[in-house]
């Protein structure tokens, strides 16, 4: 963190003495760069190249670097209102407008302003990821026999038995596709499970990427109600029958945005239900490895118990790593596999190599379980630290839940929900960014909520302070006038 602050410091005080140098003009040696800056040489190299990535120096080799010619005017827009009358032509009342709507993704994906702190976040922070364990293992990738060579379009042979022996039950390498990540693996699979219009179940509330992405393939989302067991059942199996539905997605460990586990008991009726119906159950399986070092064990995943195919399970190194190693996993049973493997190979062709051999390395090597542990403690500490805080300066909040895995809490607001967007800006206002609930609902929500992550902060001084700033916000809207 403090090679990067420097290099940013740097870029940004040569930055500020470019307009000292004339277009073509040579800036002082490395060396003397690094001299008047007292920063090593990696750090100039890197402010150099950053430089030269923004178009404002040249470099040239064994000559030095040297201030960028002058752009060229941006030209005219052109006029692209034309695009809006193609893009909402449905081609006819039976047809579903076919609308993108990322905004419930970009809220956790887009970095908050300086000085706010991160309480909507969707990753590890810096500090968490397995910074040093990924670069030496893509190093090691690197020099693998054939690791710039085109890779089997299912994926590595080795990686897909990996991810097989993850999920467990009887599955094998031969049942598994490697994809760019989890939201790759989910949107690969509602274009796969269901045609356009075709109405598709989801747990209420539920992760508003996928949402987003069965919107944008033209489905349908139908909610059905999660409560402290997980999805409802009974409400499941009348929502089958109404709807004709094809498909259900689920988050059966750790919910987003609940932190729910769906119970035992609850479990072999979900499947039931589906297969019943001749359906499919879209198992995202997202945070297992967010597990929090004081949970108890962990039920198996629905796919690890389904001979008959109806569970397509879905999973990713993304979550527990960084968000920049884009590698998951779509495990099937059955033709439906082949259908997957048809819209991965039209849509992507397949996921790097390079990639891939970086993620075996990572996952074979001793950081890899040290990494795991933990990941687990750090969780479950600032998950403490988080709801204790929470529970002191906010109790109007209510928390349903305690999780046990997971990067953050879903919290009811007292008044009605739309107070939610308000409180979302008075947030900001104060310092720290939130996630507003109703991204997370595909119809009306029954109340406002807001989701806060730990998973995404320094740890527990910035977790104090996230609090407080909130505390501020909530107060803000007491106030009248």
């Known amino acids: 963190m403090h090679e990067r602050s420097s290099v940013s410091e740097l870029v940004n005080s040569l930055k500020g003495e470019l307009n000292r140098y004339s277009p073509g003009g040579k800036l002082p040696s490395s060396r003397a760069l690094v001299e008047r800056f007292k920063v090593s040489p990696v750090t100039v190299s890197r402010a150099v190249a950053q430089l030269a990535a923004e178009g404002l120096v040249v470099t040239r080799p064994g000559s030095g670097a040297f201030r960028a010619e002058a752009r060229a005017a941006a030209p005219a827009p052109g006029d692209t209102s034309w695009q809006e009358v193609s893009l909402s032509g449905d081609g006819g009342p039976e047809v579903v407008p076919r609308t993108v709507d990322a905004s419930g993704v970009l809220v956790t994906l ?27 293992a893509l190093a090691r990738a690197g020099r693998r026999p054939g690791a710039w060579g085109r890779p089997p379009t299912d994926g590595l042979s080795d990686l897909r038995a990996w991810f097989a022996r993850e999920i467990g039950g009887t599955l094998t390498a031969a049942d598994v596709l490697i994809t760019a990540g989890g939201q790759s693996a989910l949107a690969t699979a509602l274009r796969a499970l269901a045609p356009p219009g075709a109405p598709v179940l989801v747990e209420s509330p539920t992760y508003p990427g996928m949402l987003a992405a069965a919107r944008a393939t033209g489905l349908r989302p139908v909610p059905v109600p999660v409560d402290a067991d997980g999805v409802r059942p009974d409400l499941l199996e009348a929502a089958f029958r109404a709807t004709g ?237």
């Open 110 to 136: 887009a970095a908050p302003p300086p000085g706010v702190i991160e309480f909507n976040g969707g990753y590890l922070h810096p500090g968490l990821q397995p910074e040093r364990a990924l670069a030496a």
């Open 245 to 481: 539905a094809r498909v259900f997605v689920c988050q059966p460990l750790f919910q987003n945005p609940t932190g729910v586990i769906l119970a035992q008991d609850r479990r072999e009726r979900i499947v039931r239900a589906a297969r019943e119906a001749g359906a499919f159950v879209v198992e995202d399986d997202f945070a297992r490895r967010l597990v929090h070092a004081d949970a108890g064990p962990l039920p198996e995943p629905l796919a690890a118990h389904d001979p008959d195919g109806v569970v397509v399970h879905v999973r990713s190194l993304t979550k527990v790593t960084s968000p920049s190693l884009r590698v998951g996993a779509l495990a099937a049973r059955g033709p439906v596999l082949e259908r997957l493997r048809a819209i991965q190979v039209v849509d992507s062709f397949f996921v790097p190599r390079p990639v891939q051999e970086a993620a075996l390395e990572l996952v074979g090597s001793p950081a890899w379980e040290r990494h795991l542990r933990d990941v687990a403690a750090e969780l479950g500490s600032r998950r403490t630290a988080m709801t204790t805080a929470v529970r002191t300066r906010l109790p109007e909040l209510a928390l349903p839940l305690v999780p046990s895995g997971g990067g953050s809490i879903w919290l009811r607001l007292p008044g009605p929900g739309a107070d939610e967007p308000v409180l979302v800006s008075a947030a900001l206002r104060a310092g720290v960014a939130v996630a507003p609930g109703r991204p997370y609902h595909c119809a009306e929500p029954p109340a406002g909520h807001v989701r806060l992550s730990f998973a995404a902060v320094s740890g527990p001084a910035e977790i104090a302070e996230g609090v407080r700033r909130l505390r501020i916000a909530v107060d803000e809207l007491r106030t009248p006038g």
